[in-house]
Nanobody
Framework: QVQFVESGGGSVQPGDSLSLSCAAS????????IGWFRQVPGREREAVSC????????YYADSMKGRFTISRDNAKSTVYLRMNSLKSEDTAIYYC????????????????????WGQGTQVTVSS
């Protein structure tokens, strides 16, 4: 049974940092591109970042570029998202999932290509 579990969220002030973890089980992590997404109530789930399986290429949404860093430890079957210089607009539930259709992150991640969504972890940024 495949399962993704997100953790590391919390409540912080603007300018602070958080590190999120995505622990995968039931599959071999190195075989899959992994995406981070986020969602605010009433809004569509949006892509944040993606880590490729086939090579070292990554994707970052424009508003996250330069602030967020995605990384993976295939031996530990875990993907990480380091978030620096957090802003109030980063407040959302953050999810991770595996791409079942392609191994490389090319352009904006397409939600319907991903599966095994975790339960999400809440990030709240407020002063």
């Amino acid at each position: 049974q495949v399962q993704f579990v997100e953790s590391g969220g919390g409540s912080v002030q603007p300018g602070d940092s958080l590190s999120l973890s995505c622990a995968a089980s039931g599959l071999t992590l190195r075989d899959y591109a992994i995406g981070w997404f986020r969602q605010v109530p009433g809004r569509e789930r949006e892509a944040v970042s993606c880590s490729s399986a086939s090579d070292s290429s990554t994707y970052y949404a424009d508003s996250m570029k330069g602030r967020f860093t995605i990384s993976r430890d295939n031996a530990k079957s875990t993907v990480y998202l380091r978030m620096n210089s957090l802003k109030s607009e980063d407040t959302a539930i953050y999810y991770c999932a595996a791409n079942l259709m392609r191994r490389r992150c090319a352009g904006i991640p397409i939600k319907h290509e991903f599966a095994y969504w975790g339960q999400g972890t809440q990030v709240t940024v407020s002063s």
